[in-house]
């Protein structure tokens, strides 16, 4: 019992810098830049938290933005092998009736699933998204489904999704904040940003011997560092919009844009969030590797060791100016003593700024250890006394 109640301060305290430097700025990061949109949002994608929002409950119509969706249900289904980017997607009747920005397909052509993800990723087709949405799930109405389930999955409790493409529709809407959360999935698929990064395409038919010039609407691909996605989209319901992605110091940020009054006004005001986010904010990880013990030991167990996994982020998003410097202590007995629950927690890291505990990280048992009975103990004893 003696040997339970020890615990072992296991890292003694580790003062920012941890994984950039920071420089001495103002206390606190000046107020957000002013946007023009109905609605916007700023978010670390790592972490997920919200650095900035306006607006970003409101119900909005989303236009285009719907085809991130769109992506991202697809990618996961070629990550799951279900199918693959040289299968060949038809085009019907509906796809070749389909209006708006388009690659014109003819009923009963077929294009790679790679062509049609670049004619949405790049050339935002509506006809290419209801093609790719019906060959993934069979039909529209049963891709639709699946978009609104996913959304509900990721915790867009305000989103409702009509069709894959974003053409006007009633009950068709999303928020600012909604998107963000899929923006945070979305840029955790590689395959997916491999598509939304690229700014022209000229891999697609143009039914004339030649190919077609896809020029990606998303601006800030050619204009701003490190951006890498997402999605734009225009209706004159839905006004300019977009959710825009770019990386910098090991940092990643998402910003929202819904109902921009002009394409200018939307490349603004998610140019400036971004811009106002890099400059004031990093996402660190508190609890650098190497500092959590691997296992613990385990008395009177069928197993001398016990892995253990740790429970909760290990990444923060913090003021670059913020000056208080962190200390990441773990609590954690040197000995635990059978049985053990897998899952039962067994220890946890704290991570202090002053005297404030901004996060907990909780260790527990990565398996279950039975008890060794009394001949099996009795035996164990035996060969540690002659060893």
């Known amino acids: 019992m003696h040997h339970i109640r020890r615990f072992l301060m296991m890292v003694c305290m580790l003062a920012l810098p941890i994984g950039f430097e920071a420089p001495v700025w103002a206390a606190a990061p000046p107020p957000p830049p002013v946007t023009t949109a109905k609605a916007v949002t700023l978010i670390d994608a790592t972490t997920g938290q919200e650095l900035f929002s306006r607006h970003a409950s409101w119900e909005l119509p989303m236009a285009s933005v719907t085809k991130l969706m769109t992506l991202y249900i697809t990618i996961q289904a070629i990550d799951q092998h279900k199918i693959r980017l040289d299968e060949l ?94 923006g945070k999935a979305a840029v ?80 603004q005001d998610a140019a400036a969030l971004l811009t106002w986010g890099f400059q004031h904010y990093r996402t660190v990880q508190v609890v650098p590797p190497g500092t959590i013990p691997h296992a613990v030991l385990v008395s ?51 991570v202090m700024q002053g005297t404030v505990e901004i996060s907990r990280l909780n260790l527990v048992a990565s398996r279950a250890v039975q008890k060794l009975g009394i001949g099996e103990l009795a035996w164990d004893y035996f060969w540690k006394v002659i060893g």
Not at 328 to 339: D, S
């Open 188 to 267: 955790h698929l590689p395959l997916l940003l491999h598509y939304t990064r690229e700014w022209q395409d000229r891999t697609i038919r143009n039914g004339k011997g030649g190919k077609l010039w896809l020029i990606n609407q998303n601006r800030l691909l050619r204009t701003y560092a490190g951006a890498d996605g997402l999605k734009t989209g225009y209706t004159q319901q839905a006004g300019y919009c977009m959710v825009a992605t770019a990386q910098r110091f090991g940092t990643r940020l998402i910003a929202v844009v819904l109902g921009a009054p002009t394409s200018q006004a939307r490349f």
């Open 89 to 182: 997607v038809p085009a019907d009747e509906t796809a070749y009736h389909i209006a708006g920005s388009q690659i014109w397909l003819r009923p009963g052509e077929r294009l790679t699933v790679d062509q049609m993800l670049r004619a949405i990723a790049v050339g935002s087709a509506n006809d290419a998204a209801y093609a790719l949405g019906t060959f993934v799930s069979g039909s529209e109405g049963q891709f639709v489904s699946v978009m609104n389930h996913t959304a509900q999955e990721l915790g867009m409790t305000h989103t409702h999704f009509v069709n894959p493409h974003g053409l006007p529709a009633k009950d068709h809407y999303t928020t600012a904040h909604d998107l963000a959360l899929l």
């Open 300 to 350: 009177q167990g069928n197993m001398a060791q016990l892995p253990l996994l740790v429970h909760g982020s290990q990444y923060l998003t913090l003021p670059i100016a913020e000056q208080q410097s962190l200390r990441v202590t773990v609590h954690l007995p040197q000995r635990i003593k059978a049985p053990v629950r897998r899952g039962q927690i067994l220890g946890y890291v704290s």
